[in-house]
């Protein structure tokens, strides 16, 4: 699949900055407000940005992987929690509806038969990856296919007005995938880049490392980009990329979480390398491997607060902050209207 995204400009740098400088404050002074406020004006590529009906889309997948062992809860939770979802009483719940953020629940590859529900959308490509343990986890077709049902998602949102999404997920053993697709993406050893999970102790970690470890001797070094996201992946990793995509070539601010989400973004950035451009990194999860993708990337996060939940959550918490940076750039007063003095 290709995706045409364009970097984003600086043509009205000048002109933002002159305006955030302006505001009747000390330069400076709102700190990373003010440099979300310069990037989303950047994105939208005006300066006095909107943000427009915020959604949260949760994918969620299963994961042959932990056949390996690599997960301290079995995989029917993954089943469990979207029902939970469903239900309204997941954390992403919570934070998605104090702040007013749609929500959208997915069954990218989930390893059960859900009955149908208003709030589920069924997308799913299969029940659940093969173990790449011993074999590519998906085909290169259910790779591409992940990732075109993920971008026909964001463009049905972008077509009702949505111009900030965020992502989420659900998926028992996905912390393994994650960590095998940013080893084998940036070539960090497996030690590295994995962490506890949903609670594994040393022991686990170790193990799990020990897996992918394995798996990346098994398959070499020489995949390309596609290969890798099918060879480790997860579909809801997959469908997560293919939305990212998707949302920076319609030109969309993307909200990212935490350690699974931004593995979907690394493999986005490993298919088209201005995705980032329209990225705002909610948070530094406390998953071992989130701070070493960060500096991967490159990319500043908001909070750190020490989640380590995914379903979004932190994209969720982080909206009010980038809301703020919108309005302040939008309604605070100027030194000239406020009849202030500025600094000589």
Known sequence: ?????KAVGNTLDEKILYKINNKTKPPGSLGKLEKIA?????????ESPKLINPCIMVFAGDHGVVEEGVSPFPQEVTHQMVLNFLNGGAAINVFA????ISLQIIDAGVNFDFTEHPALNNQKVAKGTRNFAKEPAMSIDQCNEALQRGADLVSEKYKEGTNIIGFGEMGIG?????????????????AKTSGRGTGLDEDGVSHKAEVIQKAINKYGNNLSAIEILATYGGYEIAMTTGAMLKAAELGMCILVDGFIITSALIAAQALSKHVVDYCIFSHQSNEQGHRLMLEYLDAEPIMQLDLRLGEGTGAAIAYPVVKSAVNFL???????????SNKE
């Not at 699949?1 to 995204?5: A, G, L």
């Not at 509806?97 to 007013?100: D, R, Y």
């Not at 939008?330 to 202030?340: G, I, L, T």
């Open 174 to 190: 996905n912390t393994t995938a994650a960590s095998a697709l940013f080893s084998a993406y940036s070539g960090l050893e497996p």
């Open 97 to 100: 509806g104090q702040n007013s």
């Open 330 to 340: 939008n309604e605070m007063a100027s030194f000239d209207d406020a009849k202030v």
């Open 38 to 46: 310069l990037q989303i004006g950047k994105i939208q590529q005006t």
């Open 1 to 5: 699949m290709n995706f045409d995204i």
